[in-house]
């Protein structure tokens, strides 16, 4: 079974600069969440998507972060303008379903750099 | 402050010796899970445990649970090399789907 893919896995830009991730979750799994995970940190939890729509993006900086699932299948994340702390590893996860017993299945990530 | 704090922050051991990190937690739970994390492998689910179930076990991992005290360990018994990562909890307290909050992190450094 294919895992998480999640693209480009590296990415270097200049402040105010705009970039984009995308994330290909495993197939059939309804639910799809965005992490951002700073160095040294545990990951934390952006947006939740239960197929296309959204279920928690309390965490998300909306002022410069977007998200959408068109399809209810991959997913983009966006940054616009990217600020020096927005350097961190973005993780993507899929679970088959919503259900608080569900593991969560992780890409590798994309590595950001913000200069 | 952070749901899901592990303690120690860091642990160097032996080959064949015991790993015990330990997790805290200051709200209530549906589950507590442990995900390892290393460069090869990036973030691996390794157990979960209900907030009903004190303890449970996976092959040389067993985990601990007590609601009471908001608490849980994780115990690796004989390491290997291989079990050179990082390891989180995860705490969720989802109530209508998984919303895991992680804590800081213990680095498990396994010396051969």
């Known amino acids: 079974e294919a895992g998480v893919a999640q693209s480009p896995r590296y990415k270097i830009i200049e402040k105010r600069q705009s970039v984009a991730f995308w994330c290909n979750p495993i197939?059939?799994?309804?639910?799809l969440y965005w992490y951002q995970q700073i160095l040294g940190q545990g990951p934390k939890l952006l947006i939740q998507?239960?197929?296309?729509?959204?279920?928690?993006d309390s965490q998300l900086p909306k002022d410069r972060f977007s998200a959408e699932r068109l399809k209810g299948v991959d997913s983009t994340l966006k940054i616009q303008p990217a600020k020096l702390e927005d350097s961190a590893v973005y993780l993507c996860?899929?679970?088959?379903?919503?259900?608080?017993?569900?593991?969560?299945?992780f890409g590798p990530g994309t590595r950001l750099t913000v200069l | 402050s952070q749901q899901g704090e592990e303690d120690p922050q860091a642990l160097s051991i032996q080959e064949g010796e015991n790993a015990t990190m330990n997790c805290s937690y200051k709200?209530?739970?549906?589950?507590l899970q442990w995900y390892r994390q290393n460069s090869g492998r990036g973030l691996v689910h390794l157990i979960l445990?209900?907030?009903?179930?004190r303890e449970k076990h996976s092959g040389r991992l067993r985990v601990t649970l007590d609601t009471s005290k908001k608490s849980s360990s994780l115990l690796i018994t004989a390491s290997r090399a291989a079990d050179t990562a990082s390891y989180f909890c995860?705490?969720?307290?989802?109530?209508?789907?998984?919303?895991?909050?992680f804590g800081e992190g213990t680095q498990l450094t396994v010396n051969p």
């Open positions: 996860a899929s679970s088959l379903e919503a259900s608080t017993y569900n593991e969560q299945f």
């Open positions: 197939s059939g799994h309804a639910t």
């Open positions: 998507f239960q197929n296309n729509g959204v279920v928690d």
């Open positions: 709200t209530s739970i549906n589950n």
């Open positions: 445990i209900r907030s009903n179930e």
């Open positions: 995860a705490t969720d307290r989802g109530t209508s789907g998984s919303r895991l909050t």
